[in-house]
Nanobody
């Protein structure tokens, strides 16, 4: 069974950068779509990006497009989310999720991703 774990969160100043990692283990990485979701306190989860390891396609929400870049290193079974020009409203717990049951396509509806392989999340805090 596949397991995923996030890392790379932390505290950064407004305008700074972070790179999140979503490392997979326990199963082959091939054929998965990986999504990144974030949830700020009191708000619903928001899908920010996904990558399809089969189709090699990506998706970004409007709120992060042009600032975030998703990529994969299949040999390391890791998906990265490079986040640049971070803003205070990017503050959230970021979680990655993997699925083999559908392709990466936006907009991301978190309800569709429930029940798939989620990590524990990593906190990103942007100070203004």
């Amino acid at each position: 069974e596949l397991h995923v774990a996030e890392s790379g969160g932390g505290l950064v100043q407004d305008g700074g950068s972070l790179r999140l990692s979503c490392a997979a283990s326990g199963s082959t990485f091939d054929g998965f779509a990986i999504g990144w979701f974030r949830q700020a306190p009191g708000l619903e989860p928001e899908g920010v990006s996904c990558i399809d390891l089969r189709e090699e396609t990506t998706y970004y929400s409007k709120s992060v497009e042009g600032r975030f870049t998703i990529s994969s290193d299949n040999a390391k079974m890791t998906v990265y989310l490079q986040m640049n020009n971070l803003k205070a409203n990017d503050t959230a717990v970021y979680s990655c999720v993997a699925t083999r049951y559908f392709l990466c396509a936006g907009p991301l509806d978190v309800r569709r991703w429930y029940g798939h392989y989620w990590g524990q999340g990593t906190q990103v805090t942007v100070s203004s």
